[in-house]
C-alpha cells in the first residue's frame, strides 16, 4: 500500500463518509413531509411538536365574547336587558350590584361554574381560558368603581374566605334557632352552614355573606345571614354506622388561601370538608370535597336532601340521586340505598344541583328517568 492510498482511505473513511452521512440526514430532515395532525398526542416528541407551527396570535375580544354568549340575557349594554325571558332578571353590570364579588376572582368563578338555582349558566365546558379572561375583564371594565365598603357590620364578600361562630336563625317556620351555628363562606360567593354539635350540614347559600346584629356577642341575636338560600339539607343525620345515626364531633376550621374548610371526627374517621362552586355541564351547582383519613369503613352519609332522595343510577362518572327538583351527585363512594357509603380513606365528591327540572337534568346527560332504587 502506497503513502498516496494510506492518505486517501483516511481522507474517505474520516471525512468525506462523516460528511456524506451527514447530508443523507440532513435531506432526511427536510425532506420528510409534516405528519399528519391526527398523528400528534399529549405525548408527542418535542421534534414533533417543533414541526407544528402555532396559529399566528390573535388577541380574544372580550366585546365579541360576551355579545356571543351574555348579551341575550345581560342586555348588549350590561343593562341586565336582554331579548331571553327569564323568571329572574340577570344582572345590570353598570349598577355595580355585585352579590356574588366582583373581585376577579369572583366574577371568574360565577362565569365558569354559573349560580345555583338561577338561570345564569356556567361556562366553564363552553368558554377557553382566554375567552374566559377577556369576558371577566370586559364585564368588570362594564361596572362603575366599587365603593368602599363601610358598613362594619357586615362582613361582605371579599377575596378571602370567612368563618363565623354564633347562633344561627331558624330556616323556617318548621325550623328552630340554632344556638351553635357555623358560617363557612367562600370568595366565589357560597355560604355553607352548619350546626356545630353534630357538625350537621343546614343549607347552602350564594350571595353576601353574613351580618353580625350583636356586638357584645354574649348570646342576644343571631347572625344574620344574607344570601339567598340555594339548598336546604333535609332532616336525616348526617352519619351512619350500623343502620344508627352516630353522632360527628367538629374539631375547627382552617382558612388557606381561597378557601376554608371543617375538619370533624366521625367514628375512627376524620374528614376535612370544603365547598365551592361548581356545575355539571352548564348546570350550575356547588361541590362539597370531603377528604377522609383515619379509618371510615362502615361510616355512611346520608344525601343531604331535604326531600327523600331516589337514586338515579350510574353516569358519566358519577352515582347520581334526585330529591324534589334537588340532584345530587357523587364521586369517590359507593352508593348503599340512600345512603353513601364512605371509603376508609380517600376523598368523596358530593356535587349539588339545586332547582334542575328533570328536562334541564336529562339534557346535561343526568339519568333522570331511570330509578334503580
Ligand atoms: C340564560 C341567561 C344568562 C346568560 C346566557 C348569562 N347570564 Fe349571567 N346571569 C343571569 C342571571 C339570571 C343572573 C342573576 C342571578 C341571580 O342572582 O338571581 C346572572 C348573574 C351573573 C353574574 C353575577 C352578578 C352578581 O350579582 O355577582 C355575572 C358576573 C354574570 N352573570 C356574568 C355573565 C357572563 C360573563 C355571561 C356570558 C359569558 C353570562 N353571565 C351569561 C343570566 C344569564
Known amino acids: 500500500m502506497t503513502v498516496k492510498s494510506i492518505v486517501t482511505n483516511i481522507v474517505c473513511v474520516f471525512i468525506v463518509a462523516p460528511v456524506v452521512a451527514a447530508l443523507i440526514v440532513w435531506a432526511a430532515m427536510v425532506l420528510r413531509p409534516d405528519p399528519?395532525?391526527?398523528?400528534?398526542?399529549?405525548?408527542?416528541?418535542?421534534?414533533?411538536?417543533?414541526?407544528?407551527?402555532?396559529?399566528?396570535?390573535?388577541?380574544?375580544?372580550?366585546?365579541?365574547?360576551?355579545m356571543a354568549n351574555c348579551a341575550r340575557c345581560h342586555g348588549a349594554s350590561g343593562d341586565g336587558k336582554g331579548t331571553e325571558q327569564l323568571?329572574?332578571?340577570?344582572?345590570?353590570?353598570?349598577?355595580?350590584?355585585?352579590?356574588?364579588?366582583?373581585t376577579t376572582e369572583?366574577?371568574?368563578?360565577?362565569?365558569?361554574?354559573?349560580?345555583?338555582?338561577?338561570?345564569?349558566?356556567?361556562?366553564?365546558?363552553?368558554?377557553?381560558?382566554?375567552?374566559?379572561?377577556?369576558?371577566v375583564k370586559y364585564v368588570k371594565a362594564m361596572?362603575?368603581?366599587?365603593?368602599?365598603?363601610?358598613?362594619?357590620?357586615?362582613?361582605?364578600?371579599?377575596?378571602?374566605?370567612?368563618?363565623?361562630?354564633?347562633?344561627?336563625?331558624?330556616?323556617?317556620?318548621?325550623?328552630?334557632?340554632?344556638p351553635r351555628g357555623l358560617l363557612v363562606g367562600g370568595t366565589d360567593g357560597?355560604?355553607?352552614?352548619?350546626?356545630?354539635?353534630?357538625?350537621?350540614f343546614r343549607v347552602a347559600r350564594q350571595g353576601p355573606f353574613a351580618r353580625r346584629t350583636d356586638w357584645e356577642g354574649r348570646g342576644g341575636t343571631p347572625l344574620e345571614p344574607l344570601g339567598r338560600i340555594i339548598h336546604f339539607a333535609g332532616p336525616a343525620a348526617p352519619f351512619w354506622k350500623d343502620a344508627s345515626p352516630i353522632a360527628a364531633e367538629f374539631l375547627g376550621t382552617t382558612t388557606r388561601g381561597d378557601h376554608a374548610s371543617i375538619r370533624l371526627a366521625v367514628g375512627d374517621a376524620v374528614i376535612v370538608?370544603?365547598?365551592?362552586?361548581?356545575?355539571?355541564?352548564?348546570?350550575?351547582?356547588?361541590?362539597?370535597?370531603?377528604?377522609?383519613?383515619?379509618?371510615?369503613t362502615g361510616v355512611k352519609m346520608s344525601i343531604p336532601s331535604f326531600e327523600a332522595p331516589v337514586a338515579l343510577g350510574e353516569r358519566s362518572g358519577w352515582h347520581w340521586w334526585r330529591g324534589?327538583?334537588?340532584?345530587?351527585?357523587?364521586?369517590?363512594?359507593?352508593?348503599?340505598?340512600?345512603?353513601?357509603?364512605?371509603?376508609?380513606v380517600?376523598?368523596?365528591?358530593?356535587?349539588?344541583?339545586?332547582?334542575?327540572?328533570?328536562?334541564?337534568?336529562?339534557?346535561?346527560?343526568?339519568?333522570?328517568?331511570?330509578?334503580?332504587s
Request: a negative charge; hydrophobic letters at 35%; proline letters at 11%.
Open 346 to 372: 380517600g376523598t368523596v365528591r358530593l356535587l349539588v344541583l339545586p332547582g334542575i327540572d328533570a328536562a334541564r337534568a336529562g339534557a346535561a346527560g343526568i339519568p333522570v328517568g331511570m330509578p334503580t
Open 87 to 102: 323568571d329572574r332578571p340577570a344582572r345590570s353590570f353598570l349598577d355595580g350590584g355585585f352579590s356574588f364579588g366582583n
Open 190 to 200: 357560597l355560604t355553607l352552614s352548619y350546626d356545630t354539635d353534630d357538625v350537621r
Open 143 to 178: 361596572t362603575p368603581p366599587t365603593p368602599e365598603v363601610g358598613d362594619e357590620a357586615e362582613f361582605v364578600v371579599t377575596d378571602r374566605p370567612q368563618v363565623v361562630r354564633g347562633m344561627l336563625p331558624a330556616r323556617g317556620p318548621w325550623d328552630v334557632l340554632q
Open 273 to 296: 370538608e370544603e365547598a365551592r362552586t361548581s356545575s355539571h355541564e352548564t348546570l350550575p351547582g356547588y361541590v362539597r370535597i370531603l377528604r377522609v383519613s383515619g379509618d371510615a
Open 324 to 344: 324534589g327538583n334537588d340532584v345530587f351527585g357523587v364521586q369517590g363512594a359507593q352508593p348503599s340505598g340512600d345512603q353513601i357509603a364512605l371509603p376508609q
Open 106 to 135: 369572583a366574577i371568574r368563578r360565577v362565569v365558569q361554574h354559573g349560580i345555583a338555582g338561577t338561570p345564569m349558566p356556567g361556562f366553564a365546558g363552553v368558554l377557553g381560558k382566554a375567552q374566559t379572561d377577556a369576558v
Open 36 to 66: 399528519p395532525p391526527q398523528t400528534m398526542s399529549p405525548h408527542a416528541t418535542s421534534s414533533q411538536t417543533a414541526s407544528i407551527r402555532p396559529a399566528p396570535h390573535t388577541p380574544v375580544s372580550g366585546r365579541t365574547v360576551y
